[in-house]
């Protein structure tokens, strides 16, 4: 009676019947909507077409080069990103003349769209794979070195000081009640940093490389395979949920073996 | 029994750190602002001196003195000035039709637990999908000019707005709920007078994300349509002729442009909403 | 109104909460309330205490209407429940106020659920403030309260709509000792001078016994009514009340029972 509409449960039968039924009108739709015309302007390809581009005979060959690729780009950048962020941060949240000093900056940086720094990283790292991972480094740093920071920053006062009346050294603080801490703000940093790690990697593709599924985006928008395009973009919706799941289990995986927090 | 509501009934002072420190404004101002100055100026003539000792090219990283004379450069002005309404024109537009759109979807989702079922696998599936992927799609549709940059933004800006507005009217306290419907509150009257005043701040704050978002999808959407014009197209050109004092030039505008937008308007009405509304996190 | 009506009418009132999934992460099935029937006359002040987790929120919601129970009818001025009803006020441990609103308006939130406001109803909760101490505050935010004061806000405001019936759920439940005897010495105060019936939750045992003209002593979970004790005062009751041996006597009582029905259910 009292349930609030956001918070009610909603497994019930009307909920799959809706489920059911608007995904078989949007599937109807898609494969009877679009003209199945290749070179129309405004062409969307066809249910069927897609599903073919996606079956045994699409070209997974292409798909799975490009995609080895990106995320060969996306993984190695974000590695970068992630032990540069978590140096940095740990060394930003110890001092605060500074972190006072840098936070304006990092913050400022923060608000550049990481993108526009793809045309830099072209003219740096040239066209091939490091100019990507430059480019997606550099877009992953900073959530993680401000959560980073932010953890070691915000370290439980109470905590520090149960620690010192029991005798802990700065030293041993630091290993035992700062840095257990911090498990979860860099958890926190790199679920959004994963994300942008694979979106950067695209983007970097897109204003210039020469593999990668940003490439092959826009070889098969310019050659009008469409169907290709959106097997493409589907494999994307795929990987892009592996991937979200990933950092879900690795954080479900640590913090399950952390003593505390 | 609401044991966990408990804590949050004795008065906290506001802000006792800040109430605490007596020093006057001019002084507290100095305090503040001297280390940011002090590492700014140290930072770029670090850049500077290293620059002109090893003589590194000007094409790996331009001299500070190099990228303010571009700056100060009437034709650079009057580019970046251009190229900037344009840019900011696609933001604006895309993120008031793609924020509106989500934040009314989300409203959708929260108040209908069959809509919020039903759409609830698309709006993950299409959230996990690298948006940008789509640009080359977007320019064949939409062409390569405004319409496209606004699209390719206001899809961005979209999703962010439905999942904080859905986060946000989920987040609404329980009790708070409950005292309205004690009081015989209608529905409407509980989305109105309860809900939606409760999750103004929440919502706002994803209204931030949509903005920072909407501000890369017309980046995104300039990078890939050629005519489309703006920050994007004059970063690729300057990329062209290998100009990377002027690159460097382009991405400090678009960072002040991205803090106007991102930190300070936004910072200013997250504030304002969050003083008046109180967040309930 | 007649004398034979009752305020409030319990019988065989059970409810059990659903338990929900299955295997291991289950949660059962559990009866809070079993078997409660009570009489609630107009113009008294009944307490109903227990130990924790008795059931006795559930009690309230069943009256309120927040809850359908399980069995058992639940009557208010003679007519059956069936959701929440515009004569009844209620406050409830979080005081609930809503942050975006000042004192005044806080409190005519109930009035403006039904309707326009009148100048009348801001007269009559002027008054309530004013009775509650509060004179002066009435276009204060929340946060710049204290939380005793929130708390008679958030019972002016139950008194607002000029209910018949004023519902609390262990409103002080959250204060410090002493600002709680003051808020009972006020509560008192208002509830004779609003001649309401008024149901308060509570597991304070001085609290219920200076407050009320009856105390309802529920047994430990499932609840059902063990003992209902009287205290023999006067409507007016004070701070001085408590410091008497017949107040400590009383007390006495109801802890023994209260003891009792512990120990008794759950041994």
């Known amino acids: ?261 | 029994m609401n044991r966990a509501t408990a804590e949050r009934v004795e008065p906290r002072g506001p802000a006792l750190s800040r109430g605490t420190w007596r020093a006057g404004l001019p002084a507290r101002a100095a305090f503040l602002l001297l280390p940011p100055v002090a590492v700014g100026l140290a930072g770029v003539l670090l850049i500077q001196l290293v620059i002109s000792r090893f003589e590194i090219s000007g094409v790996v990283i331009p001299k500070p003195t190099d990228v303010f004379a571009v700056m100060r450069s009437d034709i650079f002005l009057e580019q970046v000035g251009q190229s900037t309404w344009e840019t900011w024109k696609a933001t604006l537009i895309g993120f008031a039709l793609g924020a509106g759109t989500g934040v009314l979807l989300g409203l959708l989702m929260a108040e209908s637990r069959i809509v919020r079922f039903v759409l609830y696998p698309y709006v993950v599936a299409f959230q996990s999908l690298p948006k940008i992927a789509l640009a080359p799609v977007c320019a064949l549709w939409l062409g390569f000019g405004l319409t496209m940059k606004f699209s390719f933004a206001a899809m961005l800006a979209f999703f962010p707005a439905v999942v904080a507005t859905l986060a946000a009217l989920a987040a609404v306290p329980e009790t708070r709920l409950e005292m309205a419907a004690a009081f015989h509150a209608s529905r409407r009257q509980r989305l109105l007078r309860i809900s939606l005043p409760s999750a103004v701040p929440g919502i706002v704050s994803g209204l931030e994300i949509s903005m920072a978002f909407a501000l890369i999808g017309a980046i995104v959407g300039e990078f890939v349509a050629p005519s489309a014009g703006g920050l994007g197209q004059l970063l690729l050109s300057y990329s062209e002729s290998i100009n990377v004092a002027a690159e460097f030039s382009v991405l400090v505008v678009l960072m002040l442009l991205g803090v106007a937008q991102n930190k300070i308007l936004f910072g200013v009405l997250r504030a304002g909403t969050e003083r008046f509304f109180e967040s309930s996190r | 109104m007649t004398t034979t009506e009752h305020a409030v009418e319990l019988a065989g009132l059970r409810h059990v909460f659903a338990g929900r999934g299955r295997g291991r992460r289950a949660v059962r099935d559990v009866e809070a309330v079993a078997n409660v029937d009570l009489t609630v006359r107009p113009g008294e002040f009944v307490s109903i205490v227990g130990p924790s987790g008795c059931g006795k929120s559930t009690v309230l919601k069943a009256i309120a209407g927040l809850l359908r129970p399980t069995a058992g009818t639940v009557r208010v001025w003679g007519e059956p429940v069936t959701g929440p009803r515009r004569d009844i006020g209620i406050a409830l441990q979080d005081a609930t106020l809503l942050p975006w609103r000042d004192v005044m308006f806080n409190c005519l939130f109930p009035v403006e659920l039904h309707g326009k406001v009148a100048d009348e109803d801001r007269e009559r909760v002027s008054g309530l403030l004013e009775r509650a101490g509060l004179a002066g505050f009435e276009s204060r935010r929340p946060k710049e309260l204290s939380g005793g004061m929130r708390q008679r806000v958030a019972i002016c405001r139950a008194l607002a709509d000029d209910p018949r019936l004023l519902l609390l759920d262990e409103p002080f439940g959250a204060l410090d000792a002493l600002t709680r005897e003051q808020m009972n010495i006020d509560l008192n105060r208002v509830w004779r001078e609003t001649g309401k019936t008024a149901v308060l939750i509570t597991h304070g045992i001085e609290e219920a016994v200076l407050l009320s003209t009856r105390v309802v002593i529920l047994s430990e979970r499932p609840g059902t009514v063990v003992e209902v004790v009287t205290p023999p005062f006067p409507r007016e009751r004070t701070k001085e009340l408590m410091a008497t041996p017949e107040f400590a006597e009383v007390c006495g009582r109801v802890r023994d029972r209260l003891f009792a029905a512990d120990v008794g259910v759950g041994g």
């Open chain 1, 1 to 261: 009676m009292t349930v609030p509409p956001a918070r009610a449960r909603a497994g019930t039968a009307a909920g799959w019947g809706g489920l059911v039924v608007v995904t078989a009108v949007l599937l109807a739709a898609w494969q009877i909507v679009p003209s199945g015309v290749q070179g129309d302007g405004s062409s969307v390809p066809k249910l069927d077409a897609t599903l073919k581009a996606l079956g045994p005979s699409g070209e997974w060959g292409e798909y799975l080069k490009a995609l080895r690729v990106t995320l060969g780009e996306a993984f190695l950048g974000l590695l970068i990103g992630l032990v540069a962020g978590v140096v940095l941060g740990v060394l930003l949240g110890e001092s605060k003349i500074l972190r006072q000093g840098v936070y304006p900056y990092a913050v400022a940086l923060q608000a550049l769209p990481p993108i526009a720094l793809a045309p830099i990283f072209v003219i740096w790292f040239g066209f091939g794979m490091t100019s990507k991972i430059g480019l997606v480094g550099a877009a992953t740093l900073f959530p993680i070195l401000v959560s980073t920071m932010a953890g070691v920053a915000e370290t439980d006062r109470n905590r520090i000081e149960m620690a010192t009346a029991f005798g802990a050294s700065r030293a041993q603080i630091r290993m035992r009640v700062v840095f257990p801490g911090l498990v979860a703000p860099i958890f926190s940093g790199l679920e959004i940093s994963v994300v942008l790690s694979f979106l950067a990697a695209i983007a970097g593709e897109l204003i210039s490389a020469n593999a990668g599924v940003g490439v092959i985006l826009q070889v098969y928008q310019r050659d009008f395979r469409l169907a290709e395009e959106f097997a493409v973009l589907l494999i994307l919706v795929a990987v892009g949920l592996a991937l979200a799941s990933l950092v879900r289990v690795a954080r479900h995986f640590v913090m399950e073996r952390m003593p505390d927090e």
